[in-house]
């Protein structure tokens, strides 16, 4: 037999090494690999993927195969959820959303990764040069402490979608001014200074009928001027409650005060109640679905893109859509900005916001080959020229020395306001409890944003409810 016959021999199907004795040296063959990942199915784990597909080599030599299970976001926890405590241990790479950190880590699913971090000083100097609320988000559990189990895939804030066709006709700017003494926002800078009432305005005065004139021309069907989150499902009213209620000075129950942060006189406070009904009060400028509560990301999303909307708040996640005119009519007529916010006593916009986006986590379960090559995918993934690639596809990059060159911003129009939205992101809860408190806090926002129910009530009631909550988990005292 020959050696090379003794080799092939010596090889499994399964992909481990083969070794052999050589004239005293030992030749191995190159391994294969598999990551199993869960994603959320939209553009930026798709960028990804097709990234990987095109041009991953892995340093190891090692043949990597990345097998992306792509799951609707509806859905994307509760599969995932199923999955981890199921016992199937199906999935050894996942794109996690910060929120669950505290549940899957709790629940032994979710690795550690500050050894991994240590152990690689090239890796270590990568995520000291994140944004820190990016880090804070993505990798910290319990929230803010130096315990690190994710890396950031995608990065993600709120921004405004406009109709620059709309906004900066002569015709509409003229009747704008002449009706509230104010220009009309219309160029990417007119849209940062933009405040709430700036932004209610606008609502107010592009409510259009079939029939009547929008730029000159006759509308063959209803126009509206604003629009935003207003869904029950999953997280999406409360991502845009959420920064209402920081913008006013109030809160969230903050679990880095665990265990003294209270529910009660804080999720209820004055500061938030004005907040909520400040939040609700702009649904009346929506398209008429707003009030129905089934308004998520993907239906105003859809809305704009269909040419329905004059501005719309979305997630950078959901942009690409937007500029393909296969799937957007308003493609070529678009403007963007950052999201609007309250207007301060000194004239300052307060912009706080609830940070979007999903870092990557390894489960317990990765073996050592596995995690080697999923450390090496995440080293390439967050190395400069990647950024920069991820970032010219549509992407979005936390990193300092990435986001910050002059290129950056001409990779999509939407990067101009991206690095000025970082500093005014924070995050929700990520303890254990998570998805019982969004949920019960979903069903509530629901019933205020459907008019039955009205801010104080609802904030009352969600107050009342963390607060038991918390206090039967120990988390308040």
């Not at 959320?40 to 597909?53: G, L, Q, S, V, Y």
Request: aromatic share 12%; charged share 20%; proline share 5%.
């Amino acid at each position: 037999m020959t050696v090379m016959t003794k080799l092939k021999a010596l090889a499994t199907a399964s992909g481990f090494a083969a070794t052999l004795l050589v004239g005293g040296a030992t030749i191995a063959s190159a391994e294969e690999i598999t990551l199993t990942m869960a994603v959320p199915d939209w553009p930026p784990t798709r960028i990804m993927k097709k990234m990987f597909d095109e041009q991953y080599k892995p340093a190891s030599g090692n043949t990597v195969k990345l097998e992306v299970d792509f799951i609707p976001w509806p859905d994307f926890y509760t599969r995932v959820n199923a999955s981890l405590t199921s016992g199937e241990q199906k999935y050894n790479f996942a794109v996690s959303d910060s929120q669950w950190l505290g549940a899957f880590v709790e629940g032994g699913y979710f690795r550690k990764v500050n050894d991994l971090i240590d152990a690689d000083p090239e890796l270590k100097a990568t995520m000291d040069q994140m944004h820190p609320a990016v880090v804070a988000a993505y990798s910290t559990y319990p929230h803010k402490t130096p315990n690190y189990y994710g890396f950031p895939q995608f990065p993600d804030v709120i921004v405004n979608f406009a109709r620059k066709d709309v906004i900066c006709n002569e015709e509409e700017q003229a009747a704008f001014q002449a009706k509230f003494s104010v220009k009309l926002p219309c160029t990417g800078e007119e849209l940062d200074d933009m405040d709430w009432d700036m932004f209610e305005k606008v609502g107010q005065f592009f409510m259009r009928k079939k029939g009547d004139k929008l730029a000159g021309q006759v509308l063959d069907d209803d126009f509206y001027g604003i629009a935003y989150q207003a869904g029950k499902g999953y997280d999406f009213s409360s991502m845009q409650i959420n920064g209402f209620i920081w913008q006013y000075g109030g809160n969230t129950w903050d679990e880095t005060q665990i265990p003294n942060g209270q529910a009660e006189g804080v999720v209820n406070s004055e500061a938030a109640v004005k907040a909520l009904d400040h939040y609700l009060r702009l649904i009346q400028y929506m398209p008429p679905v707003a009030k129905t509560g089934t308004m998520d990301i993907f239906k105003s999303d859809e809305l704009f893109r269909e040419g329905k909307v004059a501005m719309n708040l979305d997630w950078i996640g959901l942009g690409e859509a937007s500029l393909d005119p296969k799937s957007s009519k308003v493609s070529d007529k678009l403007v963007f900005g950052m999201m609007p916010g309250l207007r301060g006593p000194d004239g300052k916009i307060i912009r706080w916001s609830n940070i979007g986006g999903q870092p990557f986590v390894l489960t317990t379960w990765t073996t050592d080959a596995q995690i080697k090559e999923a450390m090496g995918f995440v080293k390439w993934w967050l190395s400069p020229e990647i950024q920069h690639q991820f970032a010219a596809g549509g992407g979005q990059s936390a990193i300092k020395a990435v986001y910050e060159d002059p290129k950056y911003v001409t990779y999509r129009p939407w990067n101009r306001a991206w690095a000025a939205s970082l500093d005014w992101q924070k995050d929700v809860w990520h303890v254990p409890q998570f998805f019982e408190l969004l949920t019960q806090q979903q069903d509530q926002f629901d019933l205020a944003i459907t008019g039955k129910q009205d801010a104080k009530t609802t904030l009352d009631n969600i107050a009342k409810f963390q607060q038991n909550l918390l206090k039967e988990a120990g988390l308040i005292q």
